[in-house]
């Protein structure tokens, strides 16, 4: 496949779907600053066997957009970095922080395609977000189940949306000491705590987490809480984006992604998962960050790391 004449940014992903499909929105706001075109790359995916076959595709369908000076393309499975016509460079040797900016400075760079294969959290402000948000579209029937939950669920109802990340271990242990260690009961008190405040008479609570342990915490201390049935792994195996649970693991991500943008409000403790709704929708109040030590997966945290830099290449 040479799909392209002109300069390529080639992102490649594949951690959960959040983090993946974030990376994709700073991937199209860098290539179109940089005067490249596009090819999204989701192969090595975590949540497939084959890590020749390209997940995105199975997951998303794009719009085209005549405000992005960027043409989006998909890698075919066959794609081979060697058929580029022009030098390549790739991240994977940059520091994290620094490989947006310092990766098209010096000589001839400018000339290059570049493979990223980095997370691109190098995002515009949460308008432009919304915006590239809004190209990319579950497939079809993804989009049904959604619908489907959604009219059951939803309708005529206020829904206060509760994100609770647990995956890599953050909450009940784990190696990401920038995490506080609360215990289930801490997260549902503060959880609790906060939906108290809305006005609501009897608030909805509409409960995403990939931990088993917090799912049943919350069932067996609220009667007025739905789940999404999704698959989840048993305590202490580790973070739901793995081939044993598949390609549906993936699928469930996106609809419980979709369900948060459609809530009246919102209590999450952060991750890139919740980016998606706290961008696309506006809530009745504020969304709250339960975990307030922690800005990972929000504005906060990204401008912290650019804000001082140039976000374009000299």
């Not at 709704?277 to 109040?285: L, S």
């Amino acid at each position: 496949m040479l799909p392209s004449t002109r300069k390529l940014l080639i992102t490649r992903k594949h951690t959960g779907l959040g983090s993946d499909l974030i990376s994709v929105i700073g991937a199209l706001h860098y290539a179109s600053m940089v005067n490249r075109d596009i090819i999204i790359d989701w192969r090595k995916s975590l949540y497939l066997n084959n890590k020749c076959v390209n997940l995105f595709p199975y997951l998303f369908d794009l719009r085209e957009s005549i405000y992005l000076n960027s043409r989006i393309m998909i890698a075919e499975n066959s794609f081979s970095d060697t058929e580029l016509p022009v030098p390549r460079l790739y991240s994977k040797d940059w520091p994290f922080e620094e490989y947006h900016i310092d990766m098209l400075q010096g000589k001839n760079r400018e000339e290059m395609s570049l493979i990223v294969e980095r997370p691109m959290h190098h995002l515009p402000d949460q308008f432009k977000q919304c915006a590239l948000l809004k190209l990319i579209n579950p497939k079809p029937l993804l989009r049904e189940r959604i619908d489907i939950f959604r009219n059951i669920y939803f309708t005529g109802r206020k829904v206060v949306g509760v994100h609770i990340r647990h995956g890599n271990g953050e909450i009940l242990g784990g190696k990401r000491k920038s995490f506080s260690q609360l215990t289930i009961k801490e997260i549902h008190r503060r959880a609790t705590e906060e939906i108290k405040l809305f006005s609501y008479n009897k608030p909805f609570i509409f409960l995403c987490t990939d931990s088993p342990e917090i799912k049943q915490y919350f069932r067996n201390n609220d009667k007025n809480i739905i789940c999404y049935d999704t698959k989840l792994r048993t305590k202490g195996k580790g973070p739901l984006h793995t081939n044993q649970l598949g390609l549906p693991s993936a699928e469930d991500a996106i609809i419980e992604m979709y369900l948060l943008s459609y809530c009246n409000s919102l209590v999450y403790n952060p991750s890139w998962f919740s980016h998606f709704a706290r961008i696309v929708t506006t809530f009745d109040f504020p969304p709250i960050n339960i975990h307030y030590e922690c800005n990972y997966g929000t504005m906060a945290f990204y401008h912290e790391l650019f804000n001082k830099k140039s976000l374009l290449p000299s």
